[in-house]
């Protein structure tokens, strides 16, 4: 079983709908969870950090439910501009440092 | 403010040539400093991580190594690239939670 697992998608949404990702990761013990935006052929930007109360950053809502260990984006309202690929990231404690598990990303495909 | 760099942004080389790529960072001391490999189509792979100078530790074997001459440089070389090691290169820093890439170096390897 991978590490993080995310659908590859493409999600293709008309501008406006309301589109949701979700991840599941492995390792129960892991504390900190992430959404990172790739670009084509660009680099990976944090997205916003998710918390355990869920937390909510404009059109973009985060949600962790750690008993079942899985993380959701929620964006509403989409944007042509959010086409992007979608990364969840969950950390994972490895020698005594703290290193960051990267899924493969989910396609997202906003069109007119 | 933080800032990194990395160079080249592209790069072509044939296979069993020498490789190295820079990367630095501004703004910060101290840094958690990462290399990763995306290949196409393909998830992040963390390949060396060092939380200090001269301190690195590589997670999957390889004919790639990692160097940390400074405390905002860090360098990533190989002696002979194989067509495996296209890719794209990207080098990051944390300081704390979440991580910050550079702009990515695009390795094509003929």
Request: glycine share 8%; hydrophobic share 35%.
């Amino acid at each position: 079983r991978k590490e993080v697992e995310q659908d590859p998608g493409p999600f293709n949404v008309p501008e406006g709908a309301t589109v949701a990702f979700n991840c599941t990761y492995s390792n129960s013990a892991s504390q900190s969870f992430f959404w990172y935006r790739q670009d084509c052929r660009k680099e990976p930007k944090l997205l916003m950090s998710v918390y355990s109360s869920g937390n909510e950053d404009g059109r973009f809502t985060a949600q962790l439910n750690r008993a079942s260990q899985y993380i959701s984006l929620l964006i509403r309202d989409s944007k042509l501009s959010d086409s992007a690929t979608y990364l969840c990231v969950v950390n994972m404690k490895s020698g005594g440092y703290n290193k960051l598990i990267f899924g493969a990303g989910t396609r997202l495909a906003v069109h007119p | 403010s933080q800032t990194i760099h990395q160079w080249p942004a592209t790069l072509v080389q044939p296979v069993g040539s020498p490789l190295s790529l820079e990367c630095t960072v501004e703004g910060t001391s101290n840094p958690n400093l990462y290399w990763y490999r995306q290949a196409a189509g393909r998830g992040l792979q963390l390949l060396f991580y060092s939380v200090g100078i001269g301190q690195i530790s590589s997670e999957v074997p390889q004919n790639l190594s990692a160097s940390r001459p400074q405390d905002r440089q860090f360098i990533l070389s190989s002696k002979k690239l194989l067509l495996s090691d296209s890719g794209f290169y990207l080098c990051a820093w944390s300081v704390g939670q979440g991580e910050f890439f550079g702009p990515g170096t695009r390795l094509t390897v003929l």
